[in-house]
């Protein structure tokens, strides 16, 4: 019997986008609009529109989505690109040997090693990247950040799922337990007229809570793969992290050509004449600015000591610093200067260009490993472009609000801990064809805060419903660019993530609601 055919991911995108296409013939059209009440108020009313079927526009939806999400698009082929000409150097390689050479002396701790030196790694991880998340929503850099830890994962005796799980999962995790976020919990609170980051004692104890569920189910998972490889429903996608690393032979001559001393010339030239012309740095964690940090000149003095350490040793080591403080820059620009995807992709471009050097490639050979690199992560990228057609259809076809209005109308007359639950199935629901957190804030908290007053529902309550609904379908959803493009780099069908994915969402939206029930039963600070 001939085995049944997987649809391939650019299939179930177009099937998404046929059934979109669909709903903007069936749903009235309608739309949101600001006005001014007779108090001189501001408020948002819906009106109905004649809707737009969409029929053609299905194939032009495509062309749309690559200009929506150019940004991310251009961004992934940088780090593919930049990625590929550190590969070239082996370094990741010796750093995952050693780093795992020195995992393995860990187990001579013995507190370690009741505990597992492996989990202790895996939730040191998830949770650095879950802070990441939380304090300043963490969501793009992570698909970088896959390309170094899916090989590792690998490396270590679990699959690409683990890997994507300690960083983007990780992050995702954060991000829905966000206690200092500023693009989804400032942004809401801001529009709900309530104080910035109030209420964070509660918000801490989700975050714990959401974390402890998340990593466990993770770590069980992990767990799992290691006992048995070919468990992993990715197993066979696995491949191609398991040829590469058996093809990246440690058959090296550990050596640090002339190149890399002036690579390293060039860089601490840069970071001088920057920390010189920045001296301190305002970091913004949350609501709170902590002024006068000598952040650059710190990391400046930091890189030239530990880069003429590395190089004393061998080249491998040094572009392995680099990328170290390539991770420091980034969390200073973004904390710091407001960072986004073009800087981020800058400083990734940087490393790899930096790393060629060191590793004294010529710019023929520089060209070519980084048109290389672009070309084996080229499927991510037209995924991410593809995806995009979803909400464009949605969006172009009027339909958006008109599902937002019916699903608000259908909360009236609930008790409060209905309404609430409404509210966060709601946002939930938004959040599988609208991922963007502050984009979702905006649609919907001016709509959602003056009904929980008139109501008596706290407006803090309404604002954690918007949290937990807009985090965990991050996780799934098929409009969200920042996971097709981890899935792309990381090589994982959508298919098989849904697959491996729902029933972790499921519980996680159930923890979701459970939370927010002392929300509206039991007097809190700042509820």
Partial sequence: MKKRQIPHTYVIIFYIILFCAVLTWVIPGGQYKESINAAGEKTVVYEAVKHIPQTWQVFSAFYKGFVERADIIVFILIIGGAFWIVNDSKAFDIGTVSFLRRARKMENNRLLRKIGVENFLLTSIMLLFSIFGAVFGMSEETIAFCLVLVPMAISMGYDSITGVCMVFVAAGLGFAGAILNPFTIGIAQGLAGIPLFSGIEYRIFCWIVINAIGFTWILRYAAKVKKDPQSSPVYEEDKYWRDLHSSNSLDVVYHTPRAAWICFGILTAIQIVFAALYPTTTLQIGNSLIKGLPLLPVLTVAFILTSVFALRKTVHLYI????????????????????????????FFALGLAAGIANNRTPNELVKLFLDGCKDIMSAALVVGLAGGIIVILKDGLVIDTILYSLAKGMEGLGQVATVGMMYVIQTLINLVIPSGSAKAALTMPIMAPFSDLIGLSKQATVMAFQFGDGFTNLITPTSGVLIAVLGVSRIPYDKWFRWAWKFILLLVVVGFILLIPTVLIPMNGF
């Fill in 320 to 347: 392995l610093n680099l990328l170290f403080f390539t991770i420091f820059y980034l969390i200073t620009g973004v904390m710091g200067y407001g960072w986004y995807i073009m800087e981020i992709a800058t400083l």
